[in-house]
C-alpha cells in the first residue's frame, strides 16, 4: 500500500508505478479456505495444507441456529487456553456467580468420558438432576459432548432432557431424543506469540424465535463474563510458569487428564511437522 505496488494471489507483483514492467518481486502467500464462515490459514509447506483436516464448525450465518460473536485476547501462550477447554471443572470455582449458574449443573462433581478421536479429543457426559435455567425447581438431565480440535478449535453441543433420560438410555449419547432445548459453542484458540493469544468464539441456541432471540442475548452476556474471569486465571497462570523453576515438582490431577492428552497429541504432531 505504501509504493501503490499490486501482488497477484500467487504473490508475484503485477503493477509498480511509473514502471511498465514490474520486477520479479514476490511476497509470501498462504493457502487460504473460506469453511463455516472462518477463514482458515495454512501456514505451513503449501503442498502440504490439506482441507480435510480443517475440522467442522457450525458458522454463524444458519438462521435457524442465531450465534452471537466475540474475540478475546490472552497475555499468555496458548495451551493454557488449551489447558482450560479441555478441563471444565474449573467451571464450578473461577464461574461460581456466573456460569455455573446458567448451565444449572456442578462440573466437578463428575468426570466426563474422554477418547482420543483423529486430530481431536473427544468429551462426553451426564449431568444428572441438574437446575433447568429460568425455571426455579424444575430439574432436567444435561447431555454435553465437545471436540477439541488441532489446532485449537472447540466444538460443542449440548441438551437438556426431561428428568430420568440418562438412567432411561443407560447413559448413552441420547441419538433420536428430542430435547427441552439445546445450545451449541464454537471457539478458537489462535496464538499471536509466545506469550499472547487471541481466542474467537461464538453461542448459540436451537431455534429462531423471539425469545430464543431475548435468551441468546443473556447467555452472550453471561459467556463474555466467562471469558474475562479465564482470562484473569489464565494470565496469572502464566505469570506463575514464568517464575518458576521447570524442574519443579508437577502433580498430575484426575482433572488433567484432557489436558494432557491435547498437549501429547499437539507434541506428537508439531514433532512430526518439525521432522518433515
Known amino acids: 500500500m505504501y509504493h501503490g505496488m499490486t501482488f497477484g494471489p500467487d504473490g508475484k507483483c503485477l503493477h509498480m508505478p511509473l514502471l511498465d514492467t514490474p520486477p520479479d518481486v514476490r511476497i509470501r502467500t498462504y493457502p487460504v479456505v473460506m469453511q463455516d464462515d472462518w477463514i482458515w490459514v495454512w501456514m505451513g509447506k503449501p503442498d502440504a495444507a490439506d482441507v480435510s483436516l480443517i475440522p467442522k464448525a ?24 488449551h489447558d482450560n477447554l479441555c478441563d471444565l471443572s474449573h467451571v464450578d470455582f473461577v464461574h461460581e456467580t456466573s456460569l455455573r449458574p446458567a448451565t444449572g449443573a456442578y462440573w466437578s462433581q463428575s468426570a466426563p468420558r474422554i477418547a482420543s478421536k483423529n486430530q481431536a479429543i473427544r468429551f462426553e457426559r451426564w449431568f444428572e438432576s441438574a437446575d433447568l435455567p429460568g425455571s426455579p425447581g424444575e430439574t432436567v438431565d444435561a447431555w454435553l ?58 453461542t448459540g441456541l436451537i431455534g429462531s424465535t423471539a425469545e430464543i432471540t431475548r435468551k441468546l442475548a443473556e447467555r452472550m452476556d453471561v459467556v463474555m463474563k466467562t471469558f474475562e474471569e479465564d482470562r484473569t486465571i489464565i494470565e496469572a497462570q502464566q505469570r506463575i ?21 491435547m498437549r501429547k497429541l499437539m507434541e506428537r504432531l508439531i514433532n512430526k511437522e518439525q521432522r518433515g
Not at 241 to 261: C, E, I, Y
Open 145 to 202: 459432548a465437545y471436540d477439541f480440535a488441532v489446532p485449537g478449535v472447540f466444538i460443542l453441543s449440548g441438551a437438556r432432557f426431561p428428568a430420568g433420560t440418562a438412567a432411561r438410555l443407560q447413559y448413552k449419547e441420547p441419538v433420536g431424543e428430542e430435547p427441552i432445548v439445546r445450545n451449541i459453542e464454537q471457539q478458537a484458540v489462535t496464538p499471536i506469540s509466545e506469550t499472547r493469544t487471541a481466542y474467537h468464539y461464538a
Open 241 to 261: 510458569w514464568n517464575l518458576t523453576d521447570s524442574s519443579a515438582k508437577k502433580v498430575f490431577l484426575p482433572q488433567d487428564k484432557g489436558p494432557f492428552l
Open 58 to 81: 457450525y458458522g454463524i450465518s444458519d438462521p435457524t441456529r442465531p450465534m452471537r460473536s466475540n474475540s478475546i485476547e490472552y497475555d499468555a501462550h496458548y495451551q493454557l487456553v
